[in-house]
Nanobody, 125 residues
Framework: QVQLVESGGGLVQAGDSLRLSCATS????????LGWFRQAPGQEREFVAA????????AYGDSVKGRFTISRDNIKNTVYLQMNSLKSEDTGVYYC??????????????????WGQGTQVTVSS
């Protein structure tokens, strides 16, 4: 069982920055791809970013390209999401996820096997 714990969410104003963290105690953390998704009330879970095990293959959702940066520290067993120039439409619950067994596209939530509990990000305009 892989446990993922997000932190770093909060209430900010438009234009501000936040850094989310997702930590795990898994000893095999460095072996698998990780992703960030978000979900606003009444909407489907949306792909935000993904990173492969070594950090040299990264993808972003169109709505966050140029503003968000995903990174990972395989020594600290942590993945990060640096969010700059936040907009009101970035509001939602942000989840990190691990793709351990599934080999599907990392753009889709169904490709991930384990999820964190989520952290709320609220951007006021």
């Amino acid at each position: 069982q892989v446990q993922l714990v997000e932190s770093g969410g909060g209430l900010v104003q438009a234009g501000d920055s936040l850094r989310l963290s997702c930590a795990t105690s898994s000893r095999t953390f460095s072996r698998y791809p990780l992703g960030w998704f978000r979900q606003a009330p009444g909407q489907e879970r949306e792909f935000v970013a993904a990173i492969n095990w070594s950090g040299d293959n990264i993808a972003y959702g169109d709505s966050v390209k140029g503003r968000f940066t995903i990174s990972r520290d395989n020594i600290k067993n942590t993945v990060y999401l640096q969010m700059n120039s936040l907009k009101s439409e970035d509001t939602g619950v942000y989840y990190c996820a691990a793709q351990i067994y599934n080999s599907g596209s990392n753009y889709y939530a169904r490709s991930y096997d384990y999820w964190g509990q989520g952290t709320q990000v609220t951007v006021s305009s």
